[in-house]
């Protein structure tokens, strides 16, 4: 039979593991109470900084609460200026509309004034081209008085001196000789051809001045109608054995109303065969520019003396020299020359020296296609 008796130093081994045992759990124990001692300790701890925190956050809930307010506050503030800005923004808009439609209609009145003061400048400058116009006409019908009293004296000259011859004739045609008669005879055809001339001359000038002279300017040839007036001049200049040349180098094409100037040269060739010497010569030229026609007609005559140059185309002061041979003029020649020339947009005018002989010199437009 086994022995289950334990012997002694099993019991000592056994309270030994017993003792550890004890002891352990009694330093578990001691290390439980220690660290549930640290853990109160800290959760004490924790709980007062819960604590700290829980009354920070309600001091900051109250602090949160009054600045809600105080931005609601101002919210509300800005709300109202935010009403009051519109309403500033709605005024403003409203007066610059006001402003606007004050503006435009400034504009427009100053538009409206400004139109008027055109109209009225242009009125204004009317009724000084009226007034200048009016003076024109006063002074040319002062000048047409003056020139028809002066014609009205030319006129009553030669018959004059007609009505005397025949009446001296009519008295003593019993009595004079053939070579007497045929005398008086030839002074009264001179007189009388002087008159119908200045006849002639006075209609084709009063149907100028009335509108009733047509005027129909056309392509024309220079050469053609310079040889024409030449040609019926050429009878007049044999008498006096004057010779008339004519420098036209190349073809000219004019534009220009063929009876009117016609007439100016049959004028301008007849003057310088008055006043050219027996045996003299008479030049005629023509050259072109750009625009124009240059025609001169000179003459190795008598010349003109200063004092009457700047008389020769006015009509207040109608001049007539007698010829080299005598021969009588009528005045108008030159004023029909200015007329017709004018008339075309063109110009004459004359170069002379007393003695050494004239120069007349125009101008009119070629012909441009």
């Known amino acids: 039979m086994i022995n289950d008796k334990p012997t002694y130093e099993e019991l000592e081994n056994q309270i030994a593991e017993l003792n550890k045992q004890n002891e352990l759990i009694r330093l578990n124990s001691a290390f439980q109470n220690t660290e549930k001692e640290k853990r109160a300790d800290e959760l004490s701890i924790a709980n007062k900084e819960l604590v700290f925190q829980n009354e920070e956050k309600e001091k900051r809930a109250e602090e949160l609460i009054i600045a809600n307010k105080e931005l609601a506050f101002q919210n509300k503030v800005r709300e109202k200026r935010a009403a009051e800005l519109d309403i500033a923004y709605e005024e403003l808009a409203f007066q610059n509309k006001v402003k606007e439609k004050r503006a435009a ?45 002066i014609l009205a004296h030319d006129l009553r000259s030669p018959f004059v001196s007609i009505l005397g011859f025949l009446n001296l004739l009519v008295e003593n045609i019993r009595t004079y000789d053939i070579n007497e008669i045929e005398e008086h005879i030839n002074i009264v055809s ?34 053609d109608i310079c040889a024409d007036a030449v040609e019926v001049l050429k009878l007049t200049a044999n008498e006096k054995n004057i010779t008339i ?15 009117m100037l016609k007439t100016v040269l049959r004028n301008l060739v007849s003057n310088a065969i008055k006043f050219t010497n027996l045996g003299g010569r008479i030049d005629i030229y023509a050259e072109k520019t750009q625009s ?18 700047n008389k020769l ?27 017709f020339v004018e008339k075309h947009d063109g110009k004459i005018w004359v170069e002379s020296e007393l003695g050494k002989g004239s120069k007349f010199k125009l101008s009119l437009p070629l012909y441009k296609n």
């Open 292 to 309: 124009n026609i240059i025609i001169s007609v000179s003459d190795e005559g008598i010349g003109i003396a200063p004092e009457i140059l």
């Open 245 to 259: 040349n004519q420098f036209v180098a190349e073809v000219i094409i004019v534009y220009a109303d063929i009876n």
């Open 313 to 339: 185309f006015d009509i207040t002061q109608i001049h007539s020299t007698i010829g080299t041979a005598d021969e009588k003029g009528t005045g108008l020649g030159l004023l029909l020359c200015k007329e």
């Open 190 to 223: 001179h007189a009388a051809k002087n008159t119908f001339n200045l006849l002639e001359d006075l209609i084709i000038w009063t149907q100028s001045q009335s509108g009733k002279l047509p005027y129909e300017p056309q392509k024309l040839n220079f050469s």
């Open 105 to 149: 209609e400034l504009s427009n009145a100053n538009k409206e004034l400004a139109f008027q003061n055109k109209e009225k400048e242009k009125r204004a400058a009317e009724l000084i081209i009226a007034n200048k116009e009016l003076k024109q006409l006063l002074q040319l019908n002062s000048d047409k008085d003056l020139f028809i009293s």
